[in-house]
């Protein structure tokens, strides 16, 4: 052990090879500690929708607002404050709007360069010299560190900054440098993102948001079900492939495959359309407003059926090749009688509101015809070689896990599988018995499996795990008895739709469960909370999004346009900043244009669920941690230095 100790202040000595080195940096990372806590925004079921996405992170969930209004204060007007706040949102935007009512356009430089100093100086003040230095805009780094940096040392500070913006503004350059400091505003207020799931599905632009989110400065994702399909899909896993197009297709999205990610869907096309020909397929409506014409629609419709037939054959195949899954009970094609059109679902017989299967043979309802499995091959390859689809995975995986534990919040999707009586449900994978962290850590070894094993059949298994976490009644990411998508398509009784939640929901007010699920992660004791997406919070009916005296933060981010109705709001975001935990309500997001015109924030409210007695610190955080054990590890190697046993090395 001393042995170990020793080669590592020997390997410490080569960074640090002076008295004067090390105890240079224990110098600065003590006082990075005493440095207020990062700001961490976390968002969840984005679904797609990218205009609101990008909105939320533009403005920090208020947060920008709020340092706006921590600068001016009393001394400017709400509405100049919210005008500032919008050009720091979308600076391009609003001067094209600005240049075209002001008549005065230099004054007008002057004072929005003046304020957004302002800004920036106050949102810099959080962070270290060399953090900033990081983020600042090449061409402007220079002149925005000395406009940002305190002068205590000039006597006329005012007309040293003055000269600076008459000549930003002499050159011409001032409308580059609103932006950059615009932009340095939104970077350095949130010092970290967590996406709590579900970029995918439902909203026209998940890819657009991927690729949002492969330049954002720092963020974790934790997978929502919506997101593993994606992965399952991309891994070349055919229910998955099936899901994710029969959802596209069922919101009018089928462009984000085609232009997207270059995905050929005109084998199915060509397929539904001669196929399903005379088929009006009315159970196959599209969801959402689309601007398409008669024969568009008609084409979306018919490839909708299509892919909706060809996924339960093929999940049919799934479950029966995995009996482990216990999914037999979700094979319903061969309780179809397709003479009388009608299905026995436990004993109970319903009548189909769609009697046209032209592609299913009775005697063996789950074989792909010659045609269809044509399409799935060719699909499984496409997804297999789309090189974009493959780098949002490979970010995915890389920046991403089933469940975190960050800052003392346990953080994922969807929930823990319970018992009615609050235990951990015991969940069978491929022959072992797992539960509460355990099955997460399972579960993601078999995810990352089937994108990276060698050996097939592991690979495979992986694969397979991809969908089972999709929709099955124990995986933490569904948490419900079943995916009713064919009773939802050709029932028209609504009791075969429901899908029933795990009591892990019911059970959220249970202290004594909700501390359990908290242990099982490794948080005890004060100011722990599990944050939590997927299911949205009906605030219409006086749900909240608080539970269990605020131990849980439910957020499903309810961005989804097709959800709203149901909650009433855009759903919630959350902010943790080093005053305490700020929970956000949204109103929906017209959309970009109006929230220019409007100089509208999308969030209508904001509850604090938690202020913090003293403002926390960066020495209170997990970061923080790390810190205190290298200055810890440097006062080892400064004591080495002075006692001789290990020497400097100039
Ligand atoms: O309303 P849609 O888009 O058809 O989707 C309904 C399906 O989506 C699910 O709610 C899963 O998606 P979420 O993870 O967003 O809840 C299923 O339980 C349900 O069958
Ligand atoms: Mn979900």
């Known amino acids: 052990m001393e042995d170990l100790k020793f080669k590592y202040l020997e390997r410490l000595s080569e960074i640090y090879p002076t008295i004067a080195q090390a105890s240079t940096e224990v110098i600065n990372l003590q006082a990075i500690l005493n440095l207020p806590k990062g700001t961490e925004h976390f968002l969840t079921d984005i679904h797609g929708e990218y205009e609101a996405f990008a909105h939320v992170l533009k403005n920090g969930s208020g947060s920008v607002r709020r340092k706006v209004d921590a600068v001016f204060g009393n001394t400017m007007s709400s509405r100049d404050k919210q005008a500032l706040a919008t050009l720091i949102y979308y600076p391009r935007e609003k001067m094209d709007r600005v240049k075209k009512e002001e008549n005065n356009m230099e004054d007008w430089y002057k004072i929005t360069l003046y304020r957004l100093i302002e800004v ?150 060509t397929f539904a359309l ?49 009996p482990g899954f216990k999914m037999e009970g979700r094979n319903l094609l061969h309780r179809i009688d397709f003479e009388k059109g009608t299905i026995d679902l436990d004993g109970q017989k319903y009548e189909l509101l769609d009697k046209n299967f032209p592609t299913i043979d009775p005697r063996h309802p789950y074989t792909l015809t010659k045609e269809e499995e044509d399409i799935m091959e060719r699909l499984e390859r496409a997804f297999l070689n789309c090189e974009k689809l493959q780098e949002h995975m490979r970010f995915l995986l890389n920046k991403g896990g089933l469940y975190k534990v960050y800052n003392n919040n346990l953080l994922y999707h969807g929930c823990i599988p319970l018992n009615e009586d609050g235990s951990m449900k015991q969940v069978k ?36 795990m991809m969908w089972y976490i999709w929709l099955n009644e124990n995986s933490p990411l569904f948490g419900k008895d079943k995916m009713a998508t064919f009773e939802r398509y050709f029932l028209a009784e609504k009791e075969t739709h429901l899908e029933k939640k795990n009591p892990y929901y019911s059970l959220l007010e249970n202290e004594k469960v909700v501390d359990s699920i908290l242990a099982e992660f490794g948080l005890s004791g004060e100011c722990i909370h599990i944050v939590n997406g997927h299911v949205p919070v009906r605030s219409k009916n006086g749900e909240s999004p608080i539970k269990c005296g605020g131990k849980v933060l439910v957020i499903d981010g309810g961005f989804s346009k097709a959800y709203q109705k149901e909650t009433g709001i855009a759903g919630y975001t959350l902010i943790y900043n080093s005053y305490g935990l700020i929970l956000t309500a949204h109103d929906p997001f017209e959309s970009t ?48 230095y002075r006692s001789g046993r290990i020497t400097e090395k100039i």
């Open 429 to 464: 994978i491929y022959g072992k018995t797992y539960k509460g962290k355990e099955l997460y850590e399972v579960l993601e070894s078999y995810v990352r499996k089937g994108f990276f094993a060698v050996e097939t059949k592991e690979k495979e298994r992986g694969r397979d």
């Open 120 to 269: 920036c100086k106050r949102t810099a003040s959080k962070y270290t010299r060399s953090k900033v230095r990081k983020a600042l805009p090449k061409d402007f780094a220079y002149v925005i560190e000395e406009l940002i940096t305190e002068k205590a040392e000039l006597t006329d500070k005012e007309s040293y900054y003055n000269e600076i913006v008459n000549t930003i503004i002499r050159v011409r350059r001032a409308e580059e440098f609103i932006i950059a400091l615009s932009e340095l505003i939104q970077r350095l207020t949130v010092d970290h993102l967590h996406i709590v799931g579900d970029i995918y599905d439902r909203g026209p632009g998940p890819h657009i948001i991927m690729d949002k989110l492969m330049q954002y400065h720092s963020v974790d994702i934790q997978w929502g079900n919506h997101d593993i399909l994606w992965m399952g899909a991309a891994a070349g896993q055919r229910g998955c492939i099936a899901n994710v197009i029969r959802i596209c297709a069922r919101y009018g999205n089928l462009d984000i495959l085609e232009d997207g990610y270059g995905i050929n869907l005109l084998p199915l096309a």
């Open 593 to 640: 244009e109006a929230a220019i015109e409007k100089g509208s924030d999308i969030h209508s409210d904001s509850i604090i669920v938690k202020r913090v007695m003293a403002r926390k610190r960066v020495e209170d955080t997990d970061d923080g941690k790390r810190l205190k054990e290298r200055i810890r590890d440097l006062e080892f190697l400064l004591e080495a």
């Open 274 to 322: 001669s196929k399903y020909a005379d088929d009006p397929c009315e159970c196959f409506g599209l969801k959402g407003s689309t601007s398409f014409t008669a024969q568009e629609k008609e084409m979306e419709i018919k490839m909708h059926k299509a892919i909706s037939i060809i996924q339960f054959k093929v999940e049919g195949q799934i479950i029966r090749k995995n």
